[in-house]
């Protein structure tokens, strides 16, 4: 079992929804966040001067997936998260970690099943 971590622009979630639901991956949760990598921020105009802002709005999906799910499920990430065909900074990241257990309160099943 994995724990994908993937931090989009808040504009490609419906893309990545789209595409996640073509994998048959259908089970995530979805939190805003800020922050800001390469780009370092932006700087915007507020009358007629310019502010610098550092932290820049992003959303984060977590999806935990059985092994076979794992490919398909970053490759969909990539198909509805990336700008243009070549994409561009500050499209966002994809962090995948090992997930040692997965416990359905409902039924108390464990492991694989409760994904």
């Known amino acids: 079992m994995k724990l994908i971590i993937a931090i989009i622009q808040p504009g ?14 259908v089970r995530l949760t979805v939190m805003d ?21 550092s932290l820049l709005r992003k959303v984060q999906l977590q999806i935990a997936v059985n092994e ?17 065909e070549k994409g561009e900074i500050g499209d966002g ?13 409902r039924t108390g099943e464990r492991g694989s099943e409760a994904i």
Do not use: H, M, W
């Open 68 to 84: 076979d799910f794992v490919e398909p499920t970053i490759d969909a990430i990539i198909q509805g998260g990336r700008s243009g």
């Open 12 to 25: 490609k979630l419906e893309a990545v929804k789209e595409a996640l639901n073509e994998v048959k991956v």
């Open 33 to 53: 966040c800020q922050g800001f990598g390469r780009q370092k921020g932006q700087t915007e105009t507020y009358r007629g001067r310019e502010l610098g802002t």
């Open 93 to 105: 990241k994809i962090f995948v970690l090992p997930l040692e257990d997965c416990i359905r309160i």
